[in-house]
């Protein structure tokens, strides 16, 4: 009996060590200071972007920025579209994450090219970017149901997880308020939205042109 607890005890050590091998993770990566340049510019529109510094904004976007894939590009298209002036503009929830949240220099031209954030830049091409998205945190709560009050059953730490379903927000049904996913290594439960990032949600792509930083395109989807 003793020894039949202790192989299945040793089976499903295994089991739970293979599981773990099969992660897969997008580490946060950030290139910003291998140009100086960019660092500083970098730096500035953050503060900007805290401060809802509209004028400062959208003095560095490109006239011909690109919007989205349905053909309204243009800085016209741009204000028309985010209305910055307005405090009900959602421009900043969307492009904070993406400005802090890290980047890469493109192989191409290197260090005048800049994709932000890492989760975009740095995701693995073997992946379906519409079904896969990347834990945008270190230690994450991963809970059994979709409550602050559930249980934490584990700490997720940039796994990249499958999206199984989406809970919306009580009080705004355009936000998703949780969502449940699986990583991998097989762990399965919800985590708050903030903390999971597809590689289609917003980006932003930014150019040296003339010797000045400019955002060239900031879009979400595919």
Known sequence: MRVSIVLCFLILSLAVAVLAQNERYVKPVDEAKKDASFFAFREKLIA???KRDARYVL????????NGFGGND???????????????????EEFLPVITGGGTFSGAGRGKLFFAPYSFSAFPDDLDAFTHSVIFGRNVNLRPAPETEAPVVAKLSYNIVEVLNAVKNKNDAEKDDWYEVRTFGGKKGFVKAEFVRSPIDYRAGFEKKNGVWKMTF????D
Request: net charge positive; aromatic share 18%.
């Open 59 to 66: 003095s560095v976007v490109d006239k011909n920025i690109k």
């Open 218 to 221: 900031f879009v979400a989807g």
């Open 48 to 50: 900007a972007a805290k």
């Open 74 to 92: 243009g800085i016209a298209e741009f204000k028309k579209f985010w209305k910055l002036e307005s405090a009900s503009s959602r421009f900043w």
